[in-house]
C-alpha cells in the first residue's frame, strides 16, 4: 500500500471525519496515513481543529414552537 496522494488525501481524510468511509475503507485510510509522517500530522491537525470548533461552538436548538409549525407545513405540503 503507498500514501496517498495530496487531494486524494485530503478528500479522504474529511470523508473519514465526517463519518462517510465504511470500515474497510476506514482501516485502508489508516494504514496509509501512518506510513506518512506529514499526513498523520495533517490528519491529527484537522482532527485537533474539529475537536476545538466543537468545544467552543454550540449549536443552539429552535424552540418546539417552531419546529411544530414546520413540521406541519411539511405535513400540509405532502399531503397534497
Not at 485530503?10 to 475503507?25: A, S, V
Not at 498523520?40 to 468545544?55: D, G, N, P, T, V
Not at 417552531?66 to 397534497?80: A, D, G, M
Given at each position: 500500500?503507498?500514501?496517498?496522494?495530496?487531494?486524494?488525501?485530503?478528500?479522504?481524510?474529511?470523508?473519514?471525519?465526517?463519518?462517510?468511509?465504511?470500515?474497510?475503507?476506514?482501516?485502508?485510510?489508516?494504514?496509509?496515513?501512518?506510513?506518512?509522517?506529514?499526513?498523520?500530522?495533517?490528519?491529527?491537525?484537522?482532527?485537533y481543529f474539529r475537536?476545538i470548533i466543537k468545544?467552543?461552538?454550540?449549536?443552539?436548538?429552535?424552540?418546539?414552537?417552531?419546529?411544530?409549525?414546520?413540521?406541519?407545513?411539511?405535513?400540509?405540503?405532502?399531503?397534497?
Amino acid at each position: 500500500m503507498s500514501t496517498l496522494n495530496e487531494n486524494d488525501f485530503h478528500r479522504t481524510m474529511i470523508m473519514f471525519l465526517d463519518g462517510e468511509l465504511n470500515k474497510e475503507k476506514s482501516q485502508d485510510f489508516l494504514i496509509k496515513i501512518n506510513k506518512s509522517p506529514e499526513q498523520l500530522a495533517l490528519f491529527r491537525k484537522e482532527l485537533y481543529f474539529r475537536e476545538i470548533i466543537k468545544e467552543n461552538f454550540s449549536r443552539h436548538s429552535a424552540p418546539s414552537f417552531v419546529e411544530e409549525k414546520i413540521q406541519s407545513k411539511i405535513n400540509k405540503r405532502s399531503s397534497y
